[in-house]
């Protein structure tokens, strides 16, 4: 299992960016995916959850109304557009599967991709 971030950056605050996730190793339309962030000195923390076929979404609080997740199955990709930045959102962004075999589920991570958010 692979997944690979890009896109980050330095931008100013009300900037916007797009994160992409390229995922490899599994079936890749079979299994919800997620962003998360971590900032320095915080805990992980969910940014946004994606259905397998896509059609459901959810968001941090901290997020809502200004970042989506997407995908596109047919490219094994997930994205996230990040509009409105704040300073707040400056953190290492991480993609994250949560991939079952069995009864057992095992977690992966991409290596991060950080945003900083700054004038």
């Known amino acids: 299992v692979q997944l690979v971030e890009s896109g980050g950056g330095l931008v100013q605050p009300g900037g916007s960016l797009r994160l992409s996730c390229a995922a490899s190793?599994?079936?890749?339309?079979?299994?919800?995916m997620s962003w998360y962030r971590q900032a320095p000195g915080k805990e992980r923390e969910l940014v946004a959850r994606?259905?397998?076929?896509?059609?459901?979404?959810n968001y941090g609080d901290s997020v809502k109304g200004r970042f989506t997740i997407s995908r596109d199955n047919a490219k094994n990709t997930v994205y996230l557009q990040m509009n409105s930045l704040k300073p707040e959102d400056t953190a290492v962004y991480y993609c994250?599967?949560?991939?079952?075999?069995?009864?057992?589920?095992?977690?992966?991570w991409g290596q991060g991709t950080q945003v900083t958010v700054s004038s």
């Open positions: 190793g599994f079936t890749f339309n079979a299994y919800a």
């Open positions: 994250h599967a949560l991939l079952r075999y069995g009864l057992e589920f095992s977690s992966y």
């Open positions: 994606i259905i397998s076929a896509g059609g459901s979404t």
